[in-house]
């Protein structure tokens, strides 16, 4: 069961110099390997800890619960970048958003672009795309790399909002029908009927709208959480650990991103994750479904299924909604595989793996050798308990927007214990974390006695890693798109900076925030 993959491991150092991408697609196949059907689910915005096999208290997910119990658990998965666009720009390329240079929501995406479907694609495989694309604006045309495309326009909808609202089935606009998770699950289901595995390796890659605001249970799922009680997140560390927390999570407060005013909305985030936790569930029934076709087809057992999110979100850590931010809620997703003929059912790995690890992975589940300009590498040798040379630290960038001003450029070095997170272009504290022994993040150690070394080694590491990967140039983009840029007043602004008048409102603006 793990001979084949022997072949596949490339010795790998930590740090290696920055290969150019090609302008050829040149798919090198690995003698020997047996090429494995794979299925790559992502969904949006789901957090790393709302599974229930993880104890969370709303969340319902027998179906991804099975995988992590018949498949591996890769408990400390991270983006390179926790917004939409970058985050699956690295998935597509196994690149670091500054060298794929898809900084943004808004952003075209850089001509020369390669993702790494279009290997699997040149070496003959069935590829499709279903869901979400959300990269180069609203754009919804089909992309290179796939046979089979369907997709929608920017963030999509949940239901069709008329009855003229299309969908892009191969280049052709085709009505929305209904709920739009359980659309294409049905699309995804059509498609799999119609492969031959056994003739022709596939590929799919379905990518739901959900769990994205506004969130939208089914009928069958809404309401089905609201007695359900929980513990709220954190949102003020206690007084004792409140020292050297920047000042801008202060005056993020009361903004489009804070626990105060979000959305510039009067949003009651208790209920705002209920209403999550009820969307998720029809991703999770959608999910039992896949599982259960690729057992009709006989494939269950040789199938490669992995299961991610493009970012985590946070409900009211550090102040915070949303994303953008390095820390924990906000970096890590769930991530999750099976394949029974390959992996031994309740494995769990420790080690650091990210966004940029998926293509190389499926290539190599597929057989094929990854291009040497990839950042990441295949995690598939970690599943198996295999020894193979493995990063310490992980990179996580973020550029400011000037759509949402409030999140300043983050820069972070994030390994097995300790995280280093430093802000460009502001005059704040930085921040250093112990993982161990404060998971929540609540205590700033940067400026405590004993861990002075520490940061500076990481502060170190963390330039010396963006150099040796070529993102010491800052990317810039031209704003595009409305600036959510106020403040609500009576929400604790003595305590933060004074801010112009103009951007201070005196009561909530947004009433279509759920």
């Not at 299925?39 to 027998?62: K, N």
Request: glycine content about 6%; charged content about 20%; aromatic content about 12%.
């Amino acid at each position: 069961m793990l001979r084949y993959l022997l072949p596949l491991l490339l010795t790998t150092a930590s740090l290696v110099a920055v290969v150019p991408v090609p302008t050829e697609i040149v798919p090198e196949r690995v003698a020997g390997a047996k090429p494995r059907n794979v299925v790559f689910i992502l969904t949006d915005d789901h957090r790393y800890d709302a599974m229930s096999f993880m104890g969370h208290p709303l969340a319902r997910t027998p179906h991804l619960d099975a995988i992590a119990r018949n498949g591996v658990h890769l408990k400390n998965a991270l983006v390179t970048t926790s917004l939409c666009s970058p985050s699956r720009a690295s998935i597509l390329t196994g690149l670091y958003t500054f060298r794929h240079r898809v900084i943004d929501n808004n952003r075209p995406i850089p001509p020369g672009t390669v993702y790494f479907p279009q290997y699997l694609q040149k070496a003959g495989y069935a590829t499709a795309f279903l869901g979400k694309w959300h990269m180069g604006g609203e754009s919804d045309d089909p992309q290179p790399g796939f046979d089979h495309w369907i997709s929608f326009r920017g963030q999509g909808h949940y239901l069709p909002p008329n009855p003229n609202y299309t969908l892009n089935v191969n280049g052709q606009r085709v009505k929305q029908k209904g709920y739009i998770t359980d659309e294409l699950t049905d699309y995804a289901i059509d498609w799999l009927k119609q492969q031959k595995p056994a003739e022709k390796p596939f590929f799919l890659y379905l990518s739901h709208k959900a769990v994205h605001a506004n969130f939208t249970p089914a009928d069958r799922h809404a309401g089905s959480l609201a007695n359900r009680s929980f513990e709220k997140p954190i949102l003020d560390p206690v007084p004792e650990r409140a020292a050297h927390r920047p000042r801008w999570l202060q005056d993020q407060r009361n903004s489009w991103h804070g626990a105060d005013f979000p959305y510039h909305s009067a949003l009651d985030i208790e209920q705002y994750y209920r209403s999550y936790c009820e969307t998720l569930s029809a991703v999770d029934d959608g999910v039992g479904r896949i599982m259960e076709q690729l057992k009709a087809m006989g494939i269950y057992e040789d199938t490669l299924v992995i299961y991610m999110a493009d970012n985590g979100f946070m409900f009211g850590e550090h102040g915070l909604i949303d994303k953008r931010v390095a820390y924990e809620a906000s970096i890590r997703v769930p991530m999750i595989m099976q394949c029974p003929n390959l992996f031994k059912g309740g494995t769990v790995v420790d080690k650091v793996v990210a966004n940029i690890d998926i293509a190389p992975t499926v290539m190599q589940a597929m057989g094929l050798k990854a291009p040497a300009h990839f950042d990441g590498q295949s995690f598939l040798p970690l599943a198996q308990g295999l020894s193979v040379p493995w990063r310490e630290h992980f990179l996580y960038v973020y550029y400011w927007e000037k759509n949402y001003p409030q999140s300043p450029t983050v820069f972070a070095l994030r390994g097995d214990r300790y995280k280093y997170i430093t802000y460009y272009g502001l005059w704040d504290a930085d921040e250093l974390y112990d993982l161990q022994t404060d998971p929540n993040e609540q205590q700033n150690l940067l400026y405590r006695e004993g861990y002075a070394t520490i940061a500076k080694d990481m502060e170190k590491k963390l330039y010396e890693t963006m150099a040796e990967l070529g993102g010491m140039e800052i990317p810039l983009n031209a704003p595009a798109g409305s600036s959510s840029n106020k403040r609500l007043a009576p929400r604790g602004g003595q305590q933060s900076a004074d801010f112009p008048e103009p951007l201070v409102v005196e009561k909530p603006i947004n009433v279509n925030a759920h």
